[in-house]
């Protein structure tokens, strides 16, 4: 069966700190992969979206990566603040393109 | 900036209750969703959207769920007799295409099954 994985344990960093986020999949062959971001009782957010013939894509902080023959994705906040704390959503397309799949998220906070 | 709308923020219901969810899609947007998430638990999709048929639904999306769009800006999820595992927060999203697209979610309601 399909699977989208990530760190189930929160991630704690201190301010100014890089945070690195793994999604890892299985039985996917994505052409793209989206990375969203979710605060408690509220909506996901999308930040990025990578393609397979990427395998990086920047946005101010934040850098995507993108490894198909591993089958797995990185997420780094660079030089995190504590309003980036927040939880992180892995999120692949289905086979038809319509629906989300996401991961179970990973919670990031960060302390200053 | 356009964003997606939902009502009721919160919704309480007896089991067996027939419910109705609203939401605003984004005026030029063509594609819609419904997606839940149980307390604690991942996001899950139900149903896609599209031209004014189900594009797609999961398993969870059985004959106890429907989604119209009844005008030009509303797009509903009702659910017909609403069980104890129903309750969790309810998510609309939209988007300008299918696939390779962002999807922007609403805000949520918050389902609470009694």
């Known amino acids: 069966s399909q699977k989208i994985e990530q760190n189930s344990e929160a991630l704690n960093i201190q301010e100014g700190k890089t945070a690195t986020l793994t999604c890892n999949y299985t039985?996917?062959?994505?052409?793209?992969l989206q990375w969203y971001r979710q605060d408690p009782g509220r909506g996901p957010v999308f930040l990025l979206l990578?393609?397979?013939?990427?395998k990086e894509k920047r946005k101010e902080r934040l850098k995507v990566t993108f490894d198909t023959t591993l089958k797995q994705s990185l997420f780094h906040i660079t030089a995190s603040q504590p309003a980036d704390s927040a939880t992180y959503l892995c999120a692949l397309a289905s086979n038809s393109g319509y629906a989300l799949n996401f991961g179970k998220g990973t919670s990031l906070l960060v302390t200053p | 900036e356009p964003e997606v709308t939902q009502t009721p923020s919160h919704q309480v219901t007896q089991m067996g209750q027939e419910v109705i969810l609203r939401c605003v899609p984004i005026?030029?947007?063509?594609?819609f969703y419904w997606y839940r998430q149980i307390l604690g638990q991942k996001v899950e999709f139900l149903v896609s959207f599209y031209n004014n048929e189900i594009s797609e639904k999961s398993e969870i999306f059985d004959d106890q769920f429907s989604v119209e769009r009844p005008d030009g800006s509303n797009f509903t999820l009702k659910i017909r007799s609403t069980k104890l595992e129903d309750s969790a927060m309810y998510f609309c999203?939209?988007?300008?295409?299918?696939?390779?697209?962002?999807?922007?979610f609403g805000p949520g309601t918050r389902l609470t099954v009694l």
């Open positions: 999203a939209s988007s300008a295409l299918a696939g390779v697209d962002e999807q922007f």
């Open positions: 990578i393609r397979e013939n990427e």
């Open positions: 039985n996917y062959s994505p052409a793209y």
């Open positions: 005026s030029n947007h063509l594609y």
